[in-house]
């Protein structure tokens, strides 16, 4: 069961980090690769072929308090940077990679969720990945129809207010002010799942 989120304006602690409702997969070690491209041509022209949308263009990057750190990503497969801290919610942000099974059995609804509604948003950030091509060929398998970011090199790991990331896949559920208002380990493996924990911790899109 997913436990509660104590003092999310002080730290988003580790022990409810690991408190979850569903499997997750141990991040390995010397996955990180920082200075990865994921915008080659090849990776561009292969999305053009998905409804992966291009990355938002943000109104403000202003940081707030217990929001998503100030760290600037790489769109996956091309288009404009995205600083995470101009991140307005409801959202759903989710962290993931190609290599993590559990990551596969979510994507799907996660994507069937964010088709169904369009009062919380989906982002995804694919995380200490290194394989680009499997990472776009998953969310297009999946379906996926929300914007992509890539942290190849793991530059979210630690980032204040985020706590270390020992495993995936995590979701972070944003309000509409930014703020972090619940960080959950485990998957969400239907569209059911995703619904009612949106509805739970962001009071939308159930």
């Known amino acids: 069961m997913r436990g509660p989120l104590p003092g999310v304006v002080a730290a988003l602690l580790l022990v409810p980090l690991l408190a979850s409702c569903g499997p997750s997969t141990p991040v390995q070690g010397g996955q990180a690769k920082s ?33 998503m750190p100030d760290v600037t ?5 091309g288009g404009r940077s995205v600083d995470l801290a101009g991140l307005r919610g409801p959202m759903i942000v989710n962290f993931w990679a ?23 948003k989906v982002f995804g950030v694919d995380f200490l990945d290194t394989q680009p091509g499997a990472a776009l060929e998953l969310a297009r398998s999946s379906a996926v129809g929300y914007p992509l970011v890539a942290d190849p090199g793991g530059a979210l790991d630690r980032a204040a207010p985020l706590p270390h990331i020992p495993g995936l896949p995590v979701t972070a559920f944003i309000d509409a002010n ?6 959950e380990a485990g998957s969400m493996p239907t569209r059911a799942d995703v619904a009612a924990a949106a509805k739970k ?3 939308a899109g159930g």
């Open 35 to 67: 200075h990865l491209n994921v915008a080659s041509p090849d990776l561009v022209a292969f999305k053009k072929q998905t409804d992966i949308p291009n990355c938002p263009r943000l109104p403000s990057t202003t940081t707030v308090k217990a929001g």
């Open 178 to 183: 930014g703020a972090i208002v619940r960080l």
């Open 201 to 203: 911790y962001l009071g």
């Open 73 to 77: 990503l790489p769109c996956l497969g």
């Open 98 to 120: 190609s290599w993590c099974s559990e990551c596969r059995k979510e994507m799907p609804a996660l994507a069937a969720y964010a088709k169904s509604q369009s009062a919380v």
